[in-house]
């Protein structure tokens, strides 16, 4: 999927992303030269003859080049991006990484991997009502209602 044109800058290459198609559409890109990448991170969104889908990136590293615009149809094993990985990515990815450690961390659920995990709450539950209340504190329309059905 990857391979190694120098030692610093990686070429990702068109997956088959349907089963045995030989090529894809680029609809969207999500990223531009310049930006910082992370392992996993959606790049870009493919439209094959099966499917729209996101493709994530297989490493860490800045984005060198976008070799395909929006709307070109490309066949599978040609690469359509090149990131710059190594030294020269770490040093260009310190300055994102101090300014995303200064945002506040948000409250509530945090998205992972499959669906949206356990929300933090500060309300609790109400306790269960018992299985029968007492006969002497059903309202009246309770009391109305089991007599017209026979009880």
Same mark, same amino acid.
């Given at each position: ?23 894809? !559409? ?9 930006? *910082?990448? +992370?392992? $996993? ?29 929006? $709307? *070109? ?12 990985? $190594? ?9 994102? /990484?101090?300014?995303?450690? !200064?945002?506040?961390?948000? !409250?509530?659920? /945090?998205?992972?991997?499959? $669906?949206?995990?356990?929300? +933090? ?16 504190? /059903? *309202?009246?329309?309770?009391?109305? /209602? ?6």
């Amino acid at each position: 999927m990857t391979t190694m044109t120098d030692s610093s800058v990686r070429e990702f290459k068109m997956p088959d992303v349907g089963e045995g198609l030989t090529e894809a !559409e680029i609809l969207k890109w999500y990223v531009q030269p310049g930006d *910082t990448v +992370t392992d $996993g991170q959606v790049v870009c969104e493919v439209e094959t003859a099966k499917a729209a889908v996101e493709l994530p990136i297989p490493y860490d590293g800045v984005v060198r080049e976008l070799h395909f615009p929006e $709307g *070109t149809t490309v066949d599978v094993g040609t690469s359509i991006i090149a990131v710059a990985v $190594g030294d020269g990515a770490a040093a260009a990815a310190e300055p994102v /990484q101090e300014a995303v450690a !200064e945002e506040p961390k948000p !409250e509530g659920r /945090q998205p992972v991997l499959v $669906g949206y995990g356990v929300s +933090t709450s500060s309300t609790k539950r109400r306790p269960r009502k018992g299985a029968e209340a007492p006969a002497a504190a /059903q *309202t009246p329309a309770v009391a109305i /209602q089991a007599e017209l059905n026979g009880h």
